[in-house]
């Protein structure tokens, strides 16, 4: 069975937990924040965790980092 390959996007942009979880940044802080409110930029700092269904398209991208 060939190799398979991961996808350099997916690469960039999640990382994996100890527990097999997703992280990746937060959406919504690239541009625009003159519109969004305080309370928004503060809660999206740092990282979050993926939901399940999301974790499993996220892991079918990345197959050897499980």
Avoid: E, N
Avoid at 16 to 29: H, L, P, W
Avoid at 32 to 56: C, N, Y
């Amino acid at each position: 069975m060939p190799k398979l390959k991961t996808k350099s996007a997916a690469k960039k942009r999640f990382k994996m937990t100890a527990s097999g979880r997703v992280k990746s940044g937060v959406a919504g802080k690239r541009h625009g924040m003159i519109k969004r409110s305080t309370d928004f930029i503060r809660k999206a700092t740092g990282t979050m965790v993926l939901s399940d269904p999301d974790t499993k398209i996220v892991k079918k991208y990345m197959p050897y980092d499980r």
